[in-house]
């Protein structure tokens, strides 16, 4: 029974991970596609409300991460093999993100280099949910063949395919979307052109998720891609897809009649929703092979003593680390608030 413990575990890290990460670089993606009449309030503005609490969405990430080496290690392997480029791509973006914002933010000298800082920012905020949602769609594609012959379809057709691409840009724009929404909601009462340039932003990314859908399902149609393992058994992903439909015409009403909570909230149902989508869509297998054949979480997963230690240390650190991450948002959200007055206040 601990391997649901675990599986609950991964599933939620990564959902938070899309949530909070997400949002954190679509604040990167909104200041890439603004105009430059609104790149500085942009970045002035996210700085403010997600600059002192960015570095601890990553924590989601490792969990993830050491969930899938100890808990599943052939399936840890597999994605570090026939995915490695795309995964390293998606580390350097990682760090690249991460240097380059510290030095826009803290550098103690003003110079030109702050022009190069900014664009390295932007174009990593977008590098790292693109091949984020490159790999999703290249593990569950069917297009990782282990028996390739040549290097090229061994280990580069398997990502770089124009299913893969939709996903990613479908990725992309959902981190930009996460993060206009958050954004509208932290503008003040008089701020009412701020608020609508968000808007803007946010119908923006949502068309773009919009186009991608549709592209994805193009490309899986052309390359004979499977949406679902279950083979036409696309009920539980029809019915997900319908409900994501559903949370994102709530959450541009809670939008336009400025629900602040409201549209947080459908925000993280419209993610949950698209999670579970693909979970159901795929479960069991966490890749599938060009074969027909797959991993499956039942198959991989590690001995039972492994897994019975496994989710212990998952429960007992939660128990600790999610009352601390809660003080965390809360301490610098008081701040935040200290921060708007007395900018409002000069």
Avoid at 162 to 179: K, N, R, S, Y
Avoid at 318 to 346: G, M, N, Q, R, W
Wanted: charged fraction near 10%; charge should be positive; glycine fraction near 8%.
């Amino acid at each position: 029974m601990m391997i649901y413990v675990v599986l609950i575990f991964l599933w939620t890290s990564i959902l938070i991970y899309l949530l909070m990460g997400g949002a954190d670089y679509g604040a990167g993606i909104l200041e890439l596609f603004s105009s430059n009449r609104d790149k500085p309030l942009i970045r002035k503005r996210s700085y403010q409300v997600m600059g002192p609490v960015w570095e601890a969405n990553h924590m989601w990430l490792i969990i993830a991460v050491v969930i899938l080496f100890v808990g599943f290690p052939g399936i840890y392997a597999a994605l570090g093999v026939w995915l490695h480029i795309p995964l390293l791509l998606l580390l350097m973006g990682i760090v690249a993100r991460g240097t380059s914002f510290t030095f826009r933010n803290y550098d103690a000298v003003q110079d030109g280099w702050q022009r190069v800082y900014s664009k390295v920012y932007v174009y990593s905020s977008f590098m790292v949910p693109f091949f984020l949602g490159n790999i999703a769609g290249a593990a569950v594609s069917g297009r990782i063949n282990p028996l390739a012959g040549s290097f090229l379809e061994k280990y580069i057709f398997s990502w770089l395919n124009w299913f893969c691409f939709f996903t990613g840009c479908f990725t992309v724009f959902l981190c930009g979307f996460i993060a206009a929404v958050f954004l509208t909601g932290e503008t003040e009462t008089g701020e009412r052109a701020v608020k609508q340039r968000y808007r803007y932003g946010a119908a923006l990314m949502n068309s773009g998720m919009v186009v991608c859908f549709f592209l994805i399902c193009f490309a899986a149609s052309k390359r004979n891609i499977a949406l679902s393992a279950q083979g036409s058994s696309h009920y539980p992903g029809i019915v997900m897809i319908v409900c994501a439909a559903a949370a994102c015409c709530a959450l541009w009403y809670a939008m336009i009649k400025d629900e602040v909570m409201m549209s947080r909230v459908f925000a993280g149902l419209l993610v949950i929703t698209l999670m579970l989508t693909v979970t159901l869509s795929y479960y069991p297998f966490f890749v599938v092979f060009k074969d027909g054949t797959g991993l499956s979480v039942w198959d991989m997963a590690a001995p039972v003593k492994t897994m019975r230690v496994l989710g212990s240390a998952l429960l007992i650190g939660s128990a600790f680390i999610i009352p601390s991450l809660c003080f965390l948002v809360y301490s610098f959200d008081k701040k935040s608030t200290a921060f708007y007055a007395e900018d409002k206040h000069e």
